[in-house]
């Protein structure tokens, strides 16, 4: 009934159409106006603060600092509780450690008074000297965080007399040996950048006092639920006078999954008894929020002659800037959703240390850390095939995991703990990896053709894999309530940001009702009103969630037949979604759910599905491009970007084909023009669109998704997500291409075509 | 100081300030369809139509936008709803906060260009970003747009 369909987004058309639904669109319009002053320098005290002369003016009702809020710590992180982040940062602080940190906030009647009260601020700051580079910030004599109150959960490594937020290490086997043991290595070095998410409704909160003097937040965010404890323990605000939901969301790919914005409106409304609302600038979200963690990436790969990996050695080191939110998780996935991909080494060897430096800090952003792996691996792999001078797709196949292979990866690295082994019960890599070649012609285009005196046309290629939500951590959950005419109510606590989550949740639970997709209203994430999940995040919803839909329908088939049995007075009954039979005899459940409402043996039934994934099954794909490059200058287009995917069943194959386009896309922004500079006092350069260079559609000469058919018998109806796995290939097929168009290895992101020029110069 | 706007075919009388950009008037009016992006006139998310070209409106004054004909997506109606049903069949509108001023562009770019080539579609659309959806399906359903619900043919 609903699921493998592409049915509409059941939100689209009201959002195409403009109808009110985003925070700003319906928040109170008498809200007070909230803005920041943000700290003019990478690292200071504050000396004195002088907030007198703004607090003079009539239209200000309200300004907070560091000497009138809360002083708990807290991590922004927005993950499961207790989380992996270091508790390093407190609502308004004294010190400030990058540009752009929060000195003060106020509020007032309108926007032009509370950017001129702003001004009248008085603050006077002790300047510091910052760390800015993050090649030197481990054991740097400044400190950012040295003696200021920081502290783990449990152990992630933390270390802030060191600069260490987090740090990580282990070992399968012995490396060195195994290395030693290799007829050929290869060692390489490479960088990835702290590519912004973008997403184009900038973050907003507001908040308003009910009629019961409650504290309701409607706010951008991935995690309701995790915004709504992080509120409640930094506020000291009881948890049941809060309610945290969230209305239609214009994007977020991990920028919305921490809390944001949500403290200071909650006090401003708190303090005042106002409403009061944060519409963060676009410089703000670039500046302020949280950007993904820039590495560095150490790999080592030694082979026997014949093309056998032995062995995969990475260190990693990892800028987390001012604050260590998902520091330790991020570092983990560059190497569990990367490793398992060559599972058949003898050795593994992974260490990583995430440092601190007074820049914006870093945090999640889609791919997590196995977009930044990949790019190091994948290009690496090419290089080792180089060196063996055998071709890498032939090192691939000899060397890449199978179906019902395991890794011991699995087993020993989760995210923030140890991990949870698994048996890899769906992967058609060996097919996506054939299907992607056939698809783009490799054969005849592998390495480069020479179309004319300076052009060169060439191919590149890499293989990903991802994760479908954390195992023995993330719970979603699900409600399901039958209404007389027999329609049904969805609630989940699953956030959908705009992949169309609401949606496919539905169709997972008309499959098991055998009922069409429309009888089913879906509500989600709101505190008060639907059951639990940790948000959208993690690659999770569809799996996890989708997971809890499943049992809460399952269940609700069980109650309808219960139902059945009572009404007919037998042993038996049958359901088929439209009648249930028992016998000859027959009730549909338009009449039967009417009868119990109003009627007859009145009952309402509901069903509550939870599920806690045991595994974390990966969704894997192939990627391949076809560039166009100019010897002279760099310059280079991607013609064509191919990706072949196994991610189980498409439960809607239209939102999962965007869910790859999209971060397709992503990917190859990340590979060839998100830039990321600062000055050399430390301010964030690329801070509007005029700086930062998103893919617009002129890019791209053609993005084409095929989907491999797959089943993952753990998933819902055969699924696994899809959210993550599209942006982990670009960035190494880039760098690949331009290696088989020029010879040039491109260890650098973003590939700028100046600097594949100067490569080329310095060869 | 208080002016007209004329919204859609509706005439606004309204006070607002010498510097107010028309993105905060036509919010303040009601009209929510419109939304703010960038600050910067870059990522085209705010974009109406005035007098018939597309233009950013945070980056507009609403003082100069007096006497012309402002056009946002609750103004077409019908065909909102059909270009709309095009995205939407795709599943590209995903967030969808970039989606009403997308309608608004198409509908733009199919009064100037009756026909458009998909690179013309590519080079009128540039200014109008989308995070999402990598722009594929934009272009599919413009196309089955142009096929099916102006040229009626399947």
Redesign the interface.
């Known amino acids: 009934m609903g699921v493998n369909k592409?049915i509409?987004?059941k939100?689209?058309?009201g959002?195409?159409?403009?109808?009110?639904?985003?925070t700003?669109?319906i928040s109170p319009e008498n809200a007070l106006v909230v803005k920041v002053l943000r700290s003019p320098y990478a690292y200071a005290k504050i000396k004195t603060i002088d907030t007198t002369a703004a607090l003079n003016m009539p239209e200000i009702k309200c300004v907070l600092t560091y000497q009138n809020v809360p002083g708990n710590m807290l991590t922004r992180a927005g993950q499961g509780y207790p989380e992996p982040s270091p508790y390093d940062r407190k609502t308004l602080d004294r010190t400030l450690r990058y540009v752009g940190d929060a000195v003060a906030v106020v509020a007032g009647e309108h926007v032009?008074a509370v950017e001129k009260a702003l001004e009248m601020i008085e603050v006077t700051y002790e300047v510091l000297e910052p760390v800015l580079d993050f090649e030197t910030a481990k054991d740097h004599p400044v400190k950012v965080h040295d003696k200021d109150g920081t502290f783990e959960m449990f152990d992630i490594g933390h270390f802030p007399e060191r600069n260490l937020a987090a740090s990580y290490a282990m070992e399968i086997g012995d490396v060195e040996k195994a290395l030693s043991e290799s007829d050929v290595v290869y060692e390489g070095r490479f960088y990835t950048q702290a590519q912004s998410?973008?997403?184009?409704?900038?973050h907003i909160s507001t908040a308003y006092l009910d009629y019961q003097e409650r504290l309701n937040v409607i706010t951008s965010t991935q995690t309701p639920f995790h915004v709504r404890r992080i509120i409640s323990r930094t506020l000291n605000l009881p948890m049941e006078n809060i309610r945290v939901f969230k209305p239609?969301?214009?994007?977020?790919?991990g920028g919305k999954q921490a809390i944001h914005g949500e403290l200071y409106v909650s006090l401003v409304t708190l303090m005042t008894g106002l409403p009061a609302t944060y519409?963060y600038?676009?410089?703000e979200v670039f500046e302020s929020t949280y950007s993904r963690h820039a590495m560095r990436i150490d790999v080592r790969l030694g082979a026997s002659r014949d093309g056998t990996l032995k062995v995969i050695d990475t260190e990693i080191l990892s800028n987390t800037g001012a604050y260590g939110e998902h520091a330790l998780t991020v570092l983990m996935v560059a190497g569990s959703k990367t490793l398992p991909l060559y599972n058949k080494v003898e050795a593994v060897g992974f260490r990583g240390d995430v440092v601190y430096t007074n820049i914006t800090p870093a945090g999640a952003y889609r791919g997590y850390g196995a977009v930044q792996g990949n790019f190091a691996i994948e290009s690496a792999m090419d290089e080792l095939a180089d060196k063996l001078g055998m071709d890498p797709i032939v090192l691939r196949k000899k060397n890449m995991i199978k179906e019902m292979e395991t890794s011991k990866v699995f087993e020993i690295m989760g995210e923030g703990k140890e991990g949870t082994a698994m048996t890899v019960e769906s992967c058609k890599l060996d097919k996506c990896l054939d299907d992607v070649l056939e698809r783009i012609n490799w054969k005849d285009k592998y390495p480069r053709i020479e179309v004319d005196e300076h052009t060169i046309r060439s191919v590149g290629l890499a293989i990903a894999m991802q994760g479908s939500g954390i195992p023995e951590v993330d719970m979603g959950s699900a409600s399901l309530k039958l209404n007389d005419f027999g329609v049904f109510n969805l609630t989940v606590g699953a956030t959908d940001?705009?992949?169309?989550s609401d949606t496919i949740l539905a169709q997972i639970a008309a499959e098991v009702l055998m009922v069409p997709t429309d009888k089913i209203s879906v509500y989600s994430s709101d505190t008060d009103l639907t059951p639990f999940d940790v948000g959208a995040y993690a690659s999770s919803t569809t799996y996890i969630s989708g997971n809890s839909v499943r049992i809460a329908a399952e269940k609700m088939v069980e109650e309808i037949k219960r139902v059945g049995r009572r009404h007919f007075g037998v042993a038996e009954v049958t359901y088929d979604g439209e009648f249930i039979y028992a016998g000859t005899d027959r009730i549909s459940l338009v009449e039967l759910s009417t009868l119990i409402t109003y009627s007859e043996d009145q009952e309402q039934l509901q069903t509550i599905g939870s599920y806690v994934g045991t595994k974390t099954p990966p969704p894997y794909m192939a990627g391949a491009a076809e560039i166009e490059i100019d010897k002279r200058t760099g310059h280079y287009k991607i013609l064509n970007f191919y990706a072949s995917v196994d991610c189980g069943t498409t439960i809607?194959p239209?939102?999962a084909?965007?869910q790859?386009?999209?971060?397709?896309?992503?990917g190859i922004g990340m590979a060839s023009y998100e830039d990321v500079n600062y000055t050399a006092r430390g301010r964030l350069i690329n801070s509007?669109?005029?700086k930062y260079k998103?893919p617009?559609?002129?890019e791209?000469g053609?993005?084409d998704v095929k989907f491999i058919e797959s089943y993952e018998p753990s998933g819902p109806f055969g699924a696994k997500s899809v959210g993550e796995i599209g942006i982990d290939t670009p960035p190494a097929v880039v760098a690949n291409a331009i290696k088989n168009a020029l010879g040039v290895r491109m260890n650098r992101l973003p590939i700028l075509p100046e600097d594949i020029w100067r490569a080329l110069k310095n060869t | 100081m208080e002016i007209v706007l004329t919204v859609n075919k509706k005439d606004h009388h309204v006070i607002v300030?010498p510097d107010e950009m028309l993105l905060d008037t036509l919010?303040r009016l009601g009209?929510?369809?419109?939304?703010?992006?960038?600050?910067?006139s870059?990522?085209g998310?705010c974009s109406v139509s005035i007098d018939h070209k597309l233009v950013p409106s945070c980056s507009y004054l609403s003082v100069r936008a007096q006497g012309k004909d402002i056009l946002?997506?609750?103004g077409l109606e019908e065909e909102?709803?059909l270009?709309?049903?095009s995205?939407?069949?795709?599943?590209?509108?995903?967030?969808?906060?970039?989606?009403?001023s997308?309608?608004v562009a198409i509908h733009t770019m199919l009064e100037e260009l009756k026909q458009p080539t998909e690179d013309e579609i590519?080079?009128y659309?540039?200014?109008?970003?989308?995070?999402?959806?990598?722009?594929?399906?934009?272009?599919r359903a413009i196309k089955h747009h142009m096929e099916v619900n102006l040229n009626g043919s399947q």
Do not use: W
């Open positions: 592409p509409r987004k939100d689209g058309l959002l195409t159409m403009g109808k009110p639904a985003y700003a669109d032009k998410h973008a997403m184009t409704e900038p239609r969301i214009g994007g977020g790919y519409n600038t676009r410089r940001i705009g992949t169309g809607n239209n939102l084909l965007i790859m386009e999209g971060g397709l896309l992503q509007s669109f005029l998103v617009t559609r002129m791209v053609k993005i | 300030e919010r009209y929510k369809s419109v939304k703010k992006g960038c600050d910067t870059n990522c998310i946002t997506v609750e909102a709803r270009i709309g049903e995205l939407t069949r795709e599943g590209v509108e995903q967030c969808g906060y970039c989606s009403p997308l309608v590519k080079h659309l540039a200014g109008n970003m989308c995070r999402c959806s990598g722009f594929e399906g934009h272009h």
